[in-house]
């Protein structure tokens, strides 16, 4: 008889001198009767399906026996980290015998004793041995999961198995992988690691002298194995990425270092449109599957809409607010000086990416005026207005070919009536079709409330009504807002009104004289947005969403795209200079050159990839 304090991971050598000690004494000559006194006995019924061991407990102590059972190996050195067998019924006194049927290979010296627990001591018997005839072979029952990444671990259920690690040897296809926990109806075992053949491959298992074969499994290093395509158009154009292995979830999904939110996934590929905010240029993909992230070795080459074009020298800008036109292939740009008494007009060439400064326009600097252009001719005025205050609503036709600027009729006595005049008309919408210009809305001082809707004849320079746009519109008031012209129709919204900024939208057709409501622009109602068309389609951007006063923390850089076909928004990629408002687009060849605003001077080329 052999005793140890209970540690169940201790082992047990069984010397000689005790198990002659154990023999040969006689029962009142034990040590301690309050310990259970163990004799394990021959083993019986051998076969090829097991054997049954046996063994005797004499224990006359106290301490009830918590558990009574056998454990074996191949080895003479025992402990409870070996194989092992319990009764399911104690038995404190008398003999026990419990049908092996697991771990005993065959053709193998068994080594095993019996062993009973109280809640102090684990004492063993003495220890016999057989030669095995075998045992039932280990049954499969499933791997689960039956995939997994480099180091992961996997459970392998069934019956049968040996406790003992040491017992086994794991493969995965040639691949050695590692045990790292085994109870008889379940192994734990981790993948192995640094695989460069990711697939299915089959497991193997040898234990004693014998490989059994439980099933297959996915090896899932996970890799970017495709990108289609590898040219791709912001915002329009989808992403797919073809992974290596089933996806189960995606935890985070990048463009170098942005986040992208909105995709989807099946089996091996995932798919998304290029986000609406992408920066022109090259970006690599990285994705994060169950903890596990890759980044792509090919890089997408994004193009964006947006190009940044040759910054206007001038720097000292005041508020722009959509002052400029278009001709012969050149911009003009009427810009207030800030601290100076005048207005200067600047050509861009796009064609040789040159700024020009043309005219300087007296009279006082303007803000917040009106422009539109005629037969290659540009109009601007009314506004605000500094050093000249008798002039608020003065209006100038400028002719870029002979560069010179003349005074044209204002409107102040087709509003008004003779009536007293306005301080002054500010952040009115101006635009130009065919022989007519138009001007809509604006913020009239002292007190008038009213929506100015005028055009204005180049031949004749007059002035006429056009049919207002209060009934349709419900507002008493209406200014800062942005719009663009498709097809001889004048299309507008957004601004400020007497019921708040707004993110309506109607249609004027100068022909039938009529107003008709179109879809509201789908985002934020803002104010001192830009428009312009392309190509039969419109686009309204940028903007700043406080109704009391500009602050750049209220500043927007979305854009949308209106088709006037299906009465429709869709947003397209965002300004790529940050937010602002108040700036001025011009088109130019089916370019839009946009820039100003918020006292800028940077330019930038906006080409609608799906034009």
């Known amino acids: ?189 981790c993948l192995p690691k640094k695989y460069s053949s990711p697939g299915t491959v089959p497991v193997k298992i040898k234990l004693f002298d014998t490989w059994y074969s439980p099933g297959n499994i996915i090896l899932d290093s996970i890799k970017i194995i495709g990108i289609n395509p590898l040219e791709a158009f912001i915002p329009i154009t989808e992403i797919e990425i073809s992974i290596n292995t089933r996806i189960n979830k995606i935890e985070k999904l990048f463009l170098n270092d942005a986040e992208i939110k909105n995709y989807t996934f099946s089996d091996n590929t995932i798919r998304f449109k290029t986000p609406i905010s992408t920066p022109n240029g090259k970006a690599k993909i990285s994705v994060q599957i169950n903890g596990y992230q890759v980044v792509s070795k090919q890089e997408i080459n994004f193009h964006s809409p947006w190009v940044r074009k040759e910054d206007c020298p001038e720097k000292r800008s005041y508020e722009v607010t959509n002052c400029g036109f278009s001709a012969n292939g050149k911009a003009y740009y ?37 422009s539109f252009a005629i037969n290659q001719k540009g109009y601007f005025g009314a506004g605000e207005l500094w050093g000249n205050e008798t002039k608020y609503l003065q209006n ?3 002719d870029p070919d002979k560069n010179i600027w003349i005074e044209v009729p ?107 409501a179109i879809a509201d622009l789908p985002s934020s109602s803002r ?3 830009v428009g312009f068309s392309i190509n039969g389609k419109g686009y309204i951007g940028l903007g700043n969403t406080s109704f009391d006063y500009l602050s750049g923390s209220n500043n927007l850089n979305d854009f949308w795209e209106y088709n006037p076909e299906t009465d429709t928004w869709a947003e397209t990629a965002s300004f790529p200079a940050g937010k602002r408002s108040g700036a001025t687009a011009i088109v130019i060849n089916n370019k839009a050159y946009v820039g100003f605003g918020n006292e800028k001077n940077d330019l930038w080329e906006f080409s609608p990839f799906s034009n």
């Open 1 to 189: 008889m052999i005793m140890s304090k209970f540690y169940s991971k201790t082992v047990i050598q069984l010397l000689g001198c005790f198990l002659l000690i154990s023999s040969s004494c006689k029962k009142d000559s034990y040590p301690n009767n309050n310990y259970p006194h163990i004799t394990t006995l021959d083993v019986s019924s051998v076969s090829e399906k097991g054997a049954t061991f046996n063994a005797g407990i004499d224990y006359k102590g106290n301490s009830s026996i918590i558990k009574q059972g056998f454990v074996w190996g191949l080895k003479e050195y025992l402990s409870l980290n070996d194989d092992s067998v319990t009764l399911n019924e104690i038995r404190g006194n008398g003999s026990f015998s419990i049908e092996v049927t697991h771990a005993l290979p065959k053709g193998k010296q068994i080594y095993y004793c019996a062993f009973a627990q109280n809640t102090e001591y684990t004492v063993f018997g003495n220890i016999k041995s057989y030669i095995s005839e075998g045992t039932g072979l280990p049954l499969f029952t499933g791997i689960n999961p039956n995939h997994g990444f480099e180091g992961d671990t996997i459970s392998i259920t069934g019956n049968n198995f040996s406790r003992v690690i040491s017992n086994y040897e794991l493969l995965f296809g040639e691949l050695s992988g590692k045990i790292i926990a085994a109870e008889k109806e379940k192994l734990t075992v």
């Open 527 to 529: 104010k001192y947005a």
């Open 410 to 516: 204002g409107i102040n006595k087709l509003l008004f009536d003779g009536t007293e005049e306005p301080a002054s008309l500010t952040s009115a919408f101006g635009i130009g079709i065919q022989n007519k210009g138009y001007l809509i809305g604006g913020h009239l001082d002292l007190g008038y409330t009213d929506i100015p809707c005028l055009s204005f004849e180049q031949q004749t320079k007059e002035w006429n009504k056009i049919r207002s746009c209060k009934e349709i519109t419900g507002f008493n008031y209406w200014y800062a807002m942005a719009g663009f012209e498709i097809n001889g129709k004048i299309y507008i919204g957004t601004g400020v009104t007497d019921k708040g900024l707004i993110n309506k939208f109607w249609r004027y057709d100068p022909e039938s004289d009529n107003w008709s």
């Open 334 to 370: 009427f810009l207030p000086v800030r601290n100076y008494e005048y207005n200067l007009i600047w050509e861009y060439n796009p064609a040789e990416g040159e700024w020009t400064q043309k005219r300087i326009i007296l009279e006082g600097m303007r803000a917040f005026s009106f």
């Open 396 to 398: 100038f036709e400028y």
